[in-house]
């Protein structure tokens, strides 16, 4: 926002002397009689205010102990082995993650004891706590969806998927201003200037013919493979299954449908799941397209090589997710690729779910300390679970012990 500063014109403040010559002298006039002094009551002081104490913000992170941790005693730690030594493949070029990594490699991936002792010797749990002091927040789920689709436009196969168009630009801006590391611009140049690249509406107007990846044959489907940021396209003309992940994203943020069909009535907040989100689009097709454009980010892909169908895609961290151990976070809040304790409930029910996870993914609509996205894998399983998932939760991140 622009300041808007305001001046007012100085007044002169000064009175014109007027000199008149005479030619003949008056006699002065007699002097008034002097008023007694008039008795002023003493001034009234204003009363300086009083300045309403401000509690300091709470610590983001709050060391704890792991005899606090709810559940941490009965979670097989050897299911989240595998996901920490992947995260461990990138931390450990970081100081203050090198010796706890290096350690990691001596540790036998079957010796569930083992694997307990080394996080217990190596680490410090810490409780992330929102600016307000709340300890609770929003965990959701995604998936790695399925979809139908060719390499050519034809038949049921309408939808495009886009790669990155060849107009957009990304400004990392943290080469300006490094406070702002992780931050990038993202826009097109017209002329000499600039300007933001068009929104999901002006996209799905546009003519961009050429920079389609591959056409599926649900328009739905392909918008909520945008949410979850990958998936798997069979192709169905040429024999084969290919893996499309996040290549881009045109720079406008992340708006929630359901929140959107929430605040207009059409759906309460226990309705606004991923499945009622799709019946409410499949009774009312004709405000499909006004549902998405809620949304103005609009994400592109790029085609992998599906070498191995039980590896998950890859995340923000670089290296393949693992169904039911890793999470998107808000890397403005955790460290990416850290251990997380995550303790909350199983999708759509209140029995309890708490597990140690790894923060190896990021999210447009995952914002906040205490807030996490739960990975649940590839599947018609996962899909459901995921679609569900809107549950409360706690978060301690493992961080280092000063050695």
């Given at each position: 926002?622009?300041?808007?500063?305001?001046?007012?014109?100085?007044?002169?403040?000064?009175?014109?002397?007027?000199?008149?010559?005479?030619?003949?002298?008056?006699?002065p006039a007699p002097l008034p009689t002097p008023r007694p002094p008039v008795t002023m009551p003493p001034p009234v002081m204003p009363v300086p205010p009083v300045d309403t104490p401000v509690a300091p913000p709470a610590p983001l992170m709050t060391p704890s102990t792991f005899s606090a941790l709810p559940g941490w005693d009965k979670d097989d730690l050897r299911q989240a082995w595998p996901p920490f030594l992947a995260s461990c493949n990138v931390l450990i070029r970081k100081d203050e993650w090198k010796q706890a990594c290096s350690a990691a490699r001596t540790v036998a991936a079957s010796d569930e004891a083992a694997i307990r002792s080394y996080?217990?010797?190596?680490?410090v749990p810490n409780q992330i706590r929102a600016a307000d002091g709340a300890d609770t927040g929003l965990i959701t789920g995604y998936y790695e969806a399925m979809l139908r689709g060719a390499r050519k436009k034809g038949g049921a196969f309408q939808t495009p998927l886009y790669k990155v168009p060849d107009d957009l630009l990304t400004v990392d801006l943290a080469s300006v201003y490094p406070e702002l590391k992780g931050k990038r611009l993202r826009g097109r140049l017209v002329g000499k200037k600039v300007v933001p690249y068009g929104s999901r509406a002006e996209i799905a107007r546009a003519d961009i013919a050429g920079k389609e990846l591959l056409w599926v044959d649900d328009p739905v489907e392909a918008f909520f493979l945008e949410v979850q940021g990958s998936g798997r396209v069979q192709l169905t003309d040429a024999g084969e299954t290919v893996r499309v992940s996040y290549a881009d994203q045109n720079g406008h943020p992340y708006k929630a449908i359901g929140?959107?069909?929430?605040?207009?009535?059409?759906?309460?907040?226990?309705?606004?799941?991923?499945?009622?989100?799709?019946?409410?689009?499949?009774?009312?097709?004709?405000?499909r397209q006004e549902l998405f454009n809620v949304n103005p980010s609009y994400v592109f892909f790029r085609e992998e090589r599906l070498a191995d169908p039980g590896a998950g895609p890859k995340g923000a961290l670089g290296v393949a997710l693992t169904g039911g151990r890793s999470v998107a976070v808000d890397p403005s809040f955790l460290p990416l690729g850290a251990p997380i304790f995550l303790a909350t409930t199983e999708s759509g029910s209140e029995v309890p779910m708490r597990r140690l996870v790894m923060a190896q993914d990021t999210g447009g609509a995952i914002r906040g300390a205490v807030r996490a996205d739960f990975f649940f894998g590839f599947g018609y399983d996962a899909m459901e679970k995921a679609g569900r998932m809107k549950q409360r939760g706690q978060l301690w991140v493992l961080m280092p012990r000063a050695q």
């Open positions: 926002m622009s300041s808007i500063r305001r001046s007012l014109p100085l007044l002169p403040g000064l009175v014109a002397l007027a000199l008149a010559a005479c030619t003949t002298v008056e006699p996080f217990e010797s190596w680490f929140r959107w069909l929430i605040d207009q009535g059409e759906l309460t907040p226990e309705q606004a799941t991923a499945q009622g989100i799709k019946a409410w689009i499949a009774a009312n097709p004709s405000r």
